[in-house]
């Protein structure tokens, strides 16, 4: 039972330095937030050679999160910022880390990012 409290705690604070490490990078970070509707829009698809299922992308050229508008914009944010923060992760791990952090998010720390997020709007 020990053990599971510790894995517990340790999880969790790994998801808030995640959380946190995703608000900074908005707020501070040099990178934009473009809205499209990504996979919907062929020349998009073509140029960045995404799936026409992408609902958004890292252009790491630009430093732009591209995010469909119409779908789940937190959660899009928050797996792109950690698509840009940790551009080494396959796609697996980043979809693990973002369940953890989603696991964790409280409301205020949604605001904080949905805030930083429009700071960075294009």
Known sequence: ?????KSESKERRRAQYLIRRIRKFLFEGNWAVRFSVVGEDEAICRRYEIAP?????????TQTLHVH???????????????????????????????L?????GPRQ????MIALLLRLE
């Open 1 to 5: 039972m020990e053990s599971s409290t």
């Open 110 to 113: 949604a605001r904080n990012i």
């Open 69 to 99: 508008y119409k779908k789940d914009i937190l959660v899009i944010v928050i797996h792109e910022a950690l698509h840009a923060l940790y551009p080494d992760n396959d796609e697996e791990e980043t979809l693990r880390l973002e369940q």
């Open 101 to 105: 952090v989603l696991d964790h998010l």
């Open 53 to 61: 299922t992408s609902i958004g992308f890292c252009d790491y050229e």
